[in-house]
């Protein structure tokens, strides 16, 4: 799979991941307003967009070596929404979505801005795992669906 494939598949995920998180995210708040609604978003928009680019970039994927390949777009994609949840989380309506949060979650009363920071590096790093192992999931199940 040449490098040029590798940044579509990757651009793919991330864009389908994220447009269809956010339109589970609206549906799922009035089932729970929760954080878990967020992580359910989460977990099935990225498994769908996964499964959806694997079946689409199936022959591209299978010319070579499939891990190798679906590692790429995995590792690729993982960064790529790394970058995207940090960039979120310096804008100024995140500090108090997260505020909000870690006060519903936890009691927060005596937390440091250093508390705060820990705890968002935290989400980012489950929010990467997350996305590295569904991604890797969805890619094979979908390179496996589409014969070449």
Do not use: C, H
């Not at 609604?37 to 989460?42: E, G, I, K, R, T």
């Amino acid at each position: 799979m040449k490098f040029g494939d590798v940044v579509i598949a990757t651009a793919s995920v991330v864009l389908i991941g994220l447009t269809l998180e956010s339109v589970l995210m609206v549906m799922f708040i009035p089932l729970n307003s929760d954080l878990m609604s967020d992580v359910l978003a989460f977990v099935i928009a990225f498994l769908v967009a996964s499964l959806i680019v694997g079946y689409v970039f199936a022959p591209k994927i299978q010319e070579g070596s499939r891990i190798r390949a679906i590692g790429s777009i995995v590792v690729l994609s993982a960064f790529t929404l790394m970058l995207s949840i940090m960039v979120w989380f310096a804008s100024p309506l995140a500090s108090s979505w997260v505020a909000y949060s870690v006060q519903s979650a936890f009691n927060a009363s005596r937390w440091t801005n250093y508390d705060y920071a820990a705890y968002s590096a935290l989400a980012v790093t489950m929010d990467v795992v997350i996305a590295l192992v569904l991604s890797f999931i969805g890619l094979y199940a979908g390179s496996k669906l589409r014969k070449a």
